[in-house]
């Protein structure tokens, strides 16, 4: 049965700076206080390799800043109903709104209730919304998935496998059905995968039926991070933030929702090699298929047949990213930085 706890929606302009505790052996996190800017500068570089880039990014395309001096964000969704954008800026533990170049905090807590302070990346992670169109959020810090009600209440929707807790759910996609999949690596933890208080001795990709049912989809990525379906869901991607195996697997789905054997989509080992800031993170596909994912280098555009078409080069570790406004333009997350660029294509489901 799904646990209620309550948390607040905060409706209030960012005021004074915030203290970060950093991630033992983690990235480190920016200190100045969150703003944004309404003159969005643009920066990075875009990288054309094939010709049917050009057909989803334009030639004149720019890649904008419109907020920065957040610790790390992460996460982004739009909001349909009301127009905005709802993202995570994990070490502060909340939950950002950007709405027409204003920007304020949404949610606080948002990934630990906890009473105990304590270190690392504790706030929320992806987040996504229902078929209802409540906000479904993965909580590092309380390391579950849950969803906000309207009274500010979260409804605990996973939290524990075979009586295990989870590590920190990371990112999270729903199925047409109504099942919820999601990705569990350790990075919500404060020593990471050496935490005494991890549970699970493996990192899974899990699926929760509308009923609250778990089931263990696959284990053998040893990170898994950022997840999405094809546009047919009869896809599966994850991506590993592995720097042994930074790749992105492609999985069959079957007819009951469980996946079939998984092949390398792509791998970006020579990428790390070359010190390409990041790893494999989140990402979305649009609605031909084609794959807009956060890795080494960036933000890269995958055909679905796995050809890399062509990198947004932000120069920041790329955390994710998501369709918004008329589906047309991609948010994305790049560390410090909330970004967005104009695309010719549109978001899967728009």
């Known amino acids: 049965m799904s646990r209620i706890i309550k948390s607040r929606i905060v409706s209030l302009a960012l005021t004074s700076s915030v203290s970060i505790a950093l991630a033992a052996g983690s990235r480190s996190f920016a200190a100045d206080e969150p703003k944004a800017l309404p003159d969005h500068p643009t920066f990075g570089r875009i990288e054309r390799l094939d010709p049917r880039f050009d057909d989803l990014i334009p030639k004149d395309a720019k890649l904008e800043k419109l907020a920065q001096g957040f610790a790390w964000s992460e996460g982004p969704v739009w909001n349909r109903k009301e127009g905005y954008l709802l993202f995570s800026d994990i070490p502060r533990n909340r939950a950002m709104q950007w709405k027409d170049d204003s920007l304020r905090v949404f949610l606080e807590p948002s990934g630990y209730t906890g009473k105990t302070p304590r270190g690392g990346e504790v706030g ?24 906000l009600e309207k009274d500010g209440s979260f409804t605990v929707i996973a939290d524990k496998y075979q009586g295990k807790r989870l ?79 930074p ?16 092949r390398v989509f792509f791998d970006s080992s020579e990428w790390v090699k070359q010190n390409q800031p990041g790893l494999p993170d989140g990402m979305k596909c649009d609605r031909n298929g084609n794959l807009f994912a956060t890795g080494p280098g960036g933000l890269h555009v995958f055909s679905p047949d796995g050809t890399h078409l062509g990198r947004i080069d932000t120069g920041e570790r790329t955390a994710n990213c998501n369709w918004g406004d008329d589906g047309s333009t991609l948010y994305i997350a790049a560390n410090m930085y909330l970004c967005r660029i104009k695309t010719s294509t549109k978001g899967n489901g728009w």
């Not at 987040?127 to 309380?142: A, E, I, K, P």
């Open 247 to 262: 790749i992105w697997k492609a999985y069959e789905v079957k007819a009951d929702g469980t996946l079939g054997p998984g």
């Open 124 to 147: 929320s992670n992806a987040l996504t919304y229902d078929h209802q169109g409540r906000l479904v959020l993965c909580q590092h810090g309380d390391r579950r998935v849950v969803r």
């Open 167 to 245: 590590s920190s759910p990371n990112d999270l996609c729903y199925k047409s059905n109504g099942d919820l999949y999601f990705t569990d690596p350790p990075y919500g933890l404060e020593r990471n995968w050496a935490d005494p208080a991890r549970e699970l001795d493996f990192c899974g990709v899990f699926r929760v039926k509308p009923d609250g049912k778990i089931d263990l989809m696959t284990k053998e990525l040893a990170r898994p991070n950022g997840i999405c379906f094809s546009p047919d869901e009869k896809i599966l991607y994850v991506g590993t933030s592995d720097p042994q195996q």
